[in-house]
């Protein structure tokens, strides 16, 4: 079955760095773009960033773009977010999510775009 595994979440100092990585199973993971969310209580998921099958559509949330980078290694099936200059607004728990196909006219930051989910790992920033 479909399975997105998150890890690589922990505590970290503001300015601090840290790796996530999105291990897929269970499908083809070349055919399917990926797109990384985050979710704080009381809000909703917000998209973070995106990335194509080929890994050459990359897009950002305007709050995360220029410390973010999102990448891809097909033949490991895995996605990673490297997040730099981290800030204490970027707390929150990070899921990734493999993008629905023939889904036309929603903009990748949308969760309903996408149909399967990991559990998600926490990130906190703080002193």
């Known amino acids: 079955q479909v399975q997105l595994v998150e890890s690589g979440g922990g505590l970290v100092q503001p300015g601090g760095s840290l790796r996530l990585s999105c291990a897929a199973s269970?499908?083809?993971?070349?055919?399917?773009?990926i797109g990384w969310f985050r979710q704080v209580p009381g809000k909703e998921r917000e998209g973070v960033s995106y990335?194509?099958?080929?890994?050459?559509?990359?897009y950002y949330a305007d709050s995360v773009q220029g410390r973010f980078t999102i990448s891809r290694d097909n033949a490991k099936n895995t996605v990673y977010l490297q997040m730099n200059s981290l800030k204490p607004e970027d707390t929150a728990v990070y899921y990734c999510?493999?993008?629905?196909?023939?889904?036309?006219?929603?903009?990748?930051?949308?969760?309903?775009?996408?149909?399967?989910w990991g559990q998600g790992t926490q990130v906190t920033v703080s002193s």
């Open positions: 990335i194509g099958s080929s890994g050459r559509s990359t």
């Open positions: 999510a493999r993008e629905r196909k023939r889904v036309y006219g929603i903009s990748w930051s949308f969760p309903s775009k996408y149909d399967y």
């Open positions: 269970g499908f083809t993971f070349y055919y399917y773009a």
